[in-house]
């Protein structure tokens, strides 16, 4: 089946300082993936679309200016956590697939301290 | 606004038993359902789908119900074992391209 990475898999990094995460389809063109975040004990909410060759459309609430999203290529998007804070701590879980089929990926846990 | 919710935060079943996880949704709009299990520290992987046209669909050791009149989906484990506890989201897709709405999730935990 299409196989989806993440990288690094955890993080922990200083408030005040911007962070990498990157997300991979190992196996698939992916010319749509998503970047998902998760609490502790909630359910995986939509931050953003990440499109191949344009930009990004966010969810309502999310922003964008801090939470920077790129899709250079049909294998890899990239999530830039700005400026973190602590709040910012959580589960990072991108996806990619179509309508009917889509893998996600293993999950990114940041800690900003 | 729209959205997909489970009944139960938590449900405790004996290893062998059967488990059935609620979701309950409000977007008639909606033509895709999908049952993920998460792990702690893992990604959701994907157990089981239906589609708005069909009620039922069968996996091994599961089983997907939909019942689009009252909007309730269901996911049904069959002699459900300790390597089935874990979270449990239902997410559906309401044809606003490839995006999925979760549910809140219920925790399955299995008792030897």
């Known amino acids: 089946g299409a196989v989806v990475s993440q990288h690094p898999s955890w993080v922990i990094c200083k408030s005040g300082t911007s962070v990498k995460i990157e997300c991979r389809s190992l196996?698939?063109?992916?010319?749509?993936m998503f970047w998902y975040r998760q609490f502790p004990k909630q359910s995986l909410m939509l931050m953003a679309t990440?499109?191949?060759?344009?930009?990004?459309?966010?969810e309502q609430g999310v922003e964008k200016d801090k939470f920077l999203i790129n899709h250079a290529s049909l294998t890899l998007s990239t999530l830039t956590v700005t400026s973190a804070h602590p709040e910012d701590s959580s589960f990072y879980i991108c996806?990619?697939?179509?309508?009917?089929?889509?893998?996600f990926g293993p999950g990114t846990r940041l800690t900003v301290t | 606004g729209e959205s997909v919710g489970l009944h139960l935060p938590t449900l405790s079943v004996q290893e062998g038993d059967n488990s059935i996880i609620n979701c309950a949704y409000s977007?008639?709009?909606?033509?895709?359902f999908i049952w993920y299990k998460q792990e702690s520290g893992k990604g959701p992987q994907f157990i089981i789908d239906?589609?708005?046209?069909?009620d039922k669909r069968q996996g091994q050791r599961v089983t997907v119900l939909l019942n689009k009149t009252v909007k309730h989906l269901s996911l049904q484990i069959a002699a459900t074992q300790p390597g089935d506890s874990a979270v449990y989201f239902c997410?559906?897709?309401?044809?606003?391209?490839?995006?999925?709405?979760f549910g809140g999730g219920t925790r399955l935990m299995v008792k030897p």
């Open positions: 996806s990619a697939g179509t309508y009917y089929e889509q893998y």
């Open positions: 239906i589609r708005s046209n069909m």
């Open positions: 997410a559906e897709n309401n044809n606003a391209g490839n995006m999925l709405t």
């Open positions: 196996d698939f063109q992916a010319t749509t």
């Open positions: 990440s499109n191949e060759g344009s930009k990004a459309t966010y």
């Open positions: 977007n008639s709009a909606s033509d895709y």
